[in-house]
């Protein structure tokens, strides 16, 4: 389906016609993505799929996980790609092929189960999102942040064909499952150390990609320079794969084998893991450690932004740090709570990012009704917000999207009893059950201190008066001339109209984030079932 979309676009783009609306290409999209996900949904149910299916000659295993994994990618794929306001929308023929080409890199690598075949689905996603990340060709900031993204991810991409070399220099193999197979039968030392650093230099290949720390300076420049509706996909899709990819990894038969040498390694790497025994490995220990750090840098450094962009991006990288301590822990409720807090933190990154979408709209959309000035896009002719401080006092202008922004901020803090509480609390009660102590009390206070910065979002938005509610002869404003400033705003902001569809998405996804405590039990059972096929339960 995706691929007849996707030359359906090509045919598009290479004959041109005047009928043919770049707003028309991103709905045929959107109803493609929605017909692959109702596919991918359907493979779930044939029964053989619960111990997994090899299909071309084994470079891809369809199991349970990643038909439902890909259904999901699909339908938050087709949310983001819904068009918006007329006056915003990206005037580029191009826009829906590229994501299309990153969706069908990305579904590729939840099911790929070869060293090639992963190293080819992973470069197709990243190049579409290198492309993706610089389209607005006329706009400085962002054809800089799309090349800076692209020389960065191309040094991950080579950790990563440097790792898979390693593996194959000692197996002499590029199928996982026969890798397993070598490693149970085999007792060589060599072998072990060089799958072992194999590994490692895999792992940090796709680390960089997720940016988790350490390998996150890239992130918070290229997420804040790029247009906001781009940074709404950079934040979600590519991490979502990459994510699941690692997940299959640590949960697999390869790392389970590799149990690390203890007499090869640094004293405080093995007293990392003295406590747990043979559930000691190298690449669970680069995953814990990479999980401290994203908590801690994502919390601390956020604390010091003043760019609304820049803030997001160091709150997903301490997302980053819950899900990456989730995956570490590898038993069968981290697992559960892995996917769960996968789940809502896509479902409230996005969210968030269309709320922050629309109040750009509605601010500086009423400057672009000109059509005429729609032919390029340029930093300075578009609507999105870059200081916190451009939010003052929204709440008296459009209090239902401030209302939707601050459920969004208080789910990423973990307040209760929003979506975020659930995602943290199960995190942390896997972590805590399993004697991670240390690393749950690091999460814990990470939290604590992370909500500070959403809360001064949420102050500036709903308390501190607005630059445009102020008076010009005299420096203590009337009530009356308040509320005449509000509404000759509010007659500003009716030019600028968020599309219905935009809208009904927000509402849908905030309400997702408030009632889901009244009946959880579809989703959790759902998680649930998931997380016991990976054991073939």
Wanted: proline content about 3%.
């Amino acid at each position: 389906m995706l691929l007849a979309c996707i030359i359906t676009n090509i045919l598009a783009i290479a004959l041109p016609s005047l009928r043919i609306s770049p707003l028309l290409l991103i709905r045929i999209a959107t109803i493609a993505l929605l017909y692959a996900a109702a596919l991918s949904f359907n493979v779930v149910y044939i029964q053989s799929i619960g111990s997994g299916i090899g299909i071309f000659s084994g470079l891809f295993h369809v199991t349970l996980i990643s038909q439902s994994i890909e259904t999901f990618f699909y339908l938050v794929g087709a949310l983001i790609l819904m068009p918006w306001s007329l006056s915003n929308v990206p005037q580029i023929k191009e826009y829906p092929l590229v994501i299309l080409f990153t969706l069908l890199g990305g579904s590729l690598l939840v099911s790929s189960a070869d060293l090639v075949s992963m190293y080819l689905s992973i470069e197709l996603q990243s190049f579409a999102v290198y492309v993706l990340a610089s389209i607005y060709k006329d706009s400085e900031s962002a054809t800089s942040a799309g090349l800076k993204y692209f020389l960065l991810g191309g040094l991950s991409s080579c950790l990563i064909l440097l790792g898979c070399g390693l593996i194959y220099t000692y197996t002499g193999l590029t199928n996982l499952e026969s890798i397993y197979t070598l490693i149970s039968v085999s007792e060589g030392h060599n072998l072990v150390q060089g799958i072992v650093l194999g590994l490692v230099l895999t792992g940090v290949g796709f680390l960089f990609k997720i940016a988790a720390a350490p390998f996150h300076n890239w992130s918070s420049d290229v997420y804040n320079d790029v247009p906001t509706i781009v940074t709404t996909w950079l934040t979600v899709m590519p991490k979502i794969t990459i994510l699941i990819f690692l997940f299959d990894l640590q949960s697999g038969s390869i790392i389970a084998s590799l149990p690390i040498i203890e007499a090869s390694m640094p004293s405080f790497i093995t007293d990392l893991g003295a406590a747990h025994g043979t559930d000691f490995y190298v690449f669970k220990n680069l995953l814990l450690i990479c999980s401290v750090l994203s908590l801690i840098i994502g919390t601390v450094v956020g604390l010091a932004q003043h760019k609304i962009k820049r803030l997001l991006a160091y709150s997903t990288i301490s997302h980053v740090g819950f899900l990456l301590l989730s995956m570490a822990i590898n038993t069968e409720q981290s697992l559960e709570s892995f996917l769960f807090y996968l789940v809502q933190y896509s479902l409230t990154n996005v969210n968030t990012f269309f709320i922050l979408l629309a109040f750009g709209y509605v601010l500086f959309g009423a400057k672009a009704q000109d059509r005429n000035k729609l032919n390029t896009v340029n930093s300075q002719n578009t609507s999105d917000i870059e200081l916190i401080s451009d939010l003052k006092g929204q709440f008296f202008n459009q209090p239902m999207l401030s209302l939707s922004f601050a459920i969004c901020l208080f789910s990423m803090a973990g307040v209760p009893p929003l979506l975020g509480f659930f995602g943290k609390q199960s995190v942390l009660y896997a972590s805590m059950s399993t004697g991670y102590y240390f690393l749950s009390l690091v999460a814990i206070v990470v939290s604590v201190i992370s909500a500070s910065y959403y809360l001064r979002i949420i102050r500036v938005i709903f308390f501190d008066a607005s630059t445009n509610l102020t008076t010009t002869n005299s420096t203590v404003a009337t009530e009356s001339t308040i509320a005449n400033k509000v509404l000759a705003n509010a007659e500003l902001m009716n030019k600028s109209i968020i599309q219905n569809s935009h809208s009904f998405v927000i509402a849908i996804l905030t309400l997702s984030i408030i009632l889901f405590f009244i009946k959880p039990t579809l989703v959790l059972n759902s998680i649930q079932l998931l997380a016991l096929s990976m054991y073939n339960i």
